[in-house]
Each structure stands twice: as C-alpha cells, then as structure tokens.
C-alpha cells in the first residue's frame, strides 16, 4: 500500500501548502468561502514575504505580491523571479500605495493610542 488512498488522490505535500499559503492560493478551490469581511484591506499582507518583517518601502509585484524595495532588488539582483510565485516580475516594482496607506492608517491609530 503505497498510503494515498485511490479514491482520495488529492494530498499535498507541505511544500506545496506552503507556496498556496505564501501564495494567497491556499483553500481556494475548497468549495464555499467562508469570509464575511469584503474589504479589500483583509487580502493585504502586513510583513514582507521575504524578511518576514514589517514592511519598509513597500512595493508590488506585476503579479500582485508585496515586498520591502530592498528584500525586493536585492531578490532581483539574485532572479527575477518572484519570490511567492516564480513569475517572472520583470523588474517592475511599483509603489504599493494600498499597503502605504494601510500602514498611515496604523500609525494614526497608534498616534491616538497614546494619548
């Protein structure tokens, strides 16, 4: 028995739950979703996928994934491909004004936190 049961061919590796997770691809073709929130501000990661920390700079893909400017031309100098989804990014960085925005929000939060 080789331990994947015929019927039910449709394991996947811990690698490849990882990259759907990293991806934004994990669960969905899993049938109903389950979110109740429709704001976009939800599908934005808070830490770059490469250093794992809060975002410095920002910046997006042309398929759509977030990085810090430095984590993403010091990932460029190495591939060009994208570090989530092995697309080729082409060298286009744009200014991720979405995450910019969410993070000026954080910081006015916090500002009236602490008063």
């Known amino acids: ?3 994947i049961n015929a019927e039910y061919g449709d394991y996947k590796s811990g690698w490849q ?3 759907e997770w990293a991806s934004k691809e994990y669960g969905k073709n899993e049938g109903d979703n389950y979110e109740v929130s429709d ?3 939800e599908d934005l990661p808070f830490a770059c ?3 794992r920390e809060r975002f410095v700079n920002p ?3 042309k398929c759509k994934h977030y990085f810090c400017e430095a984590c993403a031309l010091k990932r460029f100098k190495k591939t ?3 570090f989530v989804c092995e697309g080729n990014t082409g060298g286009i960085f744009n200014p991720a004004k979405d995450i ?4 000026k929000d954080l910081e006015e939060q916090e500002e ?3 008063d």
């Not at 910019?100 to 993070?103: G, R, T």
């Open 80 to 82: 060009k491909k994208c």
């Open 59 to 61: 910046v997006v893909t």
């Open 49 to 51: 996928f490469i250093c």
């Open 112 to 114: 009236e936190g602490d």
């Open 17 to 19: 739950l990882e990259r």
């Open 39 to 41: 704001s976009d501000d």
């Open 1 to 3: 028995s080789s331990g």
């Open 100 to 103: 910019i925005a969410k993070m």
